[in-house]
């Protein structure tokens, strides 16, 4: 578990490092990550996490669920996760982990979940 530095503008991770985080806003739905859906183009998607690592981002800002598309539900009906979106996300967390960064998860993205609630399986 991450804890705040003692006297000091940034965190600690579980090792004991120092670590700022340095974010990047992203979407699995946006073009850099929109690779993982189905595995279509899984080295852009790398390429890009590498290049976001390689000019200091630290931290995503991403989506458990990003409701834009009838396609990115985490569950649909309600109860029945969605293997692909299951998967996506195993694939994106796998890739963060390998460059260090690390995920500020949010578990809907409100804008669309508030515009396309009538399709929203909850």
């Keep these: 578990m991450d804890t705040v530095a003692p006297a000091a ?3 600690l991770t579980e090792n004991g490092q ?20 189905q595995r279509r183009d899984l080295a852009a998607v790398e390429g890009h996490l590498a290049w976001l690592a390689a000019h200091g981002v630290t931290c995503l800002r991403l989506m ?4 834009q ?11 029945r996760f ?5 998967r996506l996300g195993d694939d994106l967390f796998a890739r963060c982990a390998k460059y260090g960064l690390r ?20």
């Design 9 to 11: 503008p940034y965190f």
């Design 18 to 37: 120092p670590w700022t985080p340095i974010g990047q806003n992203d979407a699995i739905t946006w073009p850099d990550l929109a690779g993982l859906f």
């Design 64 to 67: 458990l669920e990003y409701c």
């Design 69 to 79: 598309t009838d396609h990115r539900y985490l569950e649909r009906p309600v109860g």
């Design 82 to 86: 969605q293997p692909h979106v299951v």
């Design 103 to 122: 995920v500020l998860l949010m578990p809907f993205d409100t804008y669309w979940m508030g515009r396309r609630w009538r399709h929203h399986p909850y």
